[in-house]
């Protein structure tokens, strides 16, 4: 079953503009982890925040975690044309979860230029 | 490095007709395996996942069956294809718990 929900589904904005995309779930977690899908394509892994972290940075990417609200959002800094793709939230549960992800329903971010 | 093959990109199939795609990791050894699921405009859905060779653990009741034959391969297929099997494909491997996972490219299945 699907973990929980994004937000906003949808989010369009200029090229240069921050994209902010939020992640809730219902479980505890070992991680959760932020992917980006371009159209028809795989999954890239973007970055992974531990439950005992509360901010990650890589690159233009700023990742929060609040645990106490079972929450995430994921930040782009100065978007380009190319980060036009869907993001995904996964979580990978507490416990012996052999690395099995849950995953939300997926922001589709479009950049223009 | 690490690499994960996955085919055929797409595949047309009948109703009633059998399945059988794989997925093949190259770089790693003893690496957990997943295949996942995607509909139209959805987030991924796990199917199964396998923890080494001749381990496979179902996460949902379905059409579809799984096996991992080698250290490195990685199996789905079906006997009789439904039209409700439509979908996107996706294999996938991680060290275990607390790592990232790897995606391949995903199989577009469609059933007529």
């Known amino acids: 079953s699907q973990q929980g929900e994004e937000d906003p589904q949808a989010l369009s904005i200029q090229e240069g503009e921050n994209a902010t995309m939020n992640c809730s779930y219902k479980?505890?977690?070992?991680?959760l982890q932020w992917y980006r899908q371009n159209s028809g394509r795989g999954l890239v892994h973007l970055i992974l925040?531990?439950?005992?972290?509360r901010e990650k940075h890589s690159g233009r990417l700023r990742v929060t975690l609040d645990t106490s609200k079972k929450s995430s959002s994921l930040l782009i800094t100065a978007s380009r044309a190319a980060d036009t793709a869907s993001y995904f939230c996964?979580?990978?549960?507490?416990?012996?979860?052999?690395?099995?992800?849950?995953f939300g329903q997926g922001t589709i971010l479009t950049v223009h230029p | 490095s690490q690499t994960i093959h996955q085919w055929p990109a797409t595949l047309v199939q009948p109703v009633g007709s059998p399945l059988s795609l794989e997925c093949t990791v190259e770089?790693?050894?003893?690496?957990?395996l997943y295949w996942y699921r995607q509909a139209a405009g959805r987030g991924l859905q796990l199917l199964f996942y396998?923890?080494?060779?001749?381990?496979i653990s179902s996460e949902v009741p379905q059409n579809l069956s799984a096996s991992r034959p080698q250290d490195r391969q990685f199996i789905l297929s079906s006997k009789k294809l439904l039209l409700s099997d439509s979908g996107f494909y996706l294999c996938?491997?991680?060290?275990?718990?607390?790592?990232?996972?790897?995606f391949g490219q995903g199989t577009r299945l469609t059933v007529v």
């Open positions: 996964a979580t990978d549960g507490s416990g012996t979860s052999y690395g099995k992800l849950t």
């Open positions: 996938a491997w991680s060290q275990g718990v607390g790592a990232e996972a790897f």
């Open positions: 479980t505890s977690i070992n991680n």
């Open positions: 770089g790693t050894s003893n690496p957990n």
């Open positions: 925040i531990r439950s005992n972290e």
């Open positions: 396998s923890v080494g060779i001749g381990q």
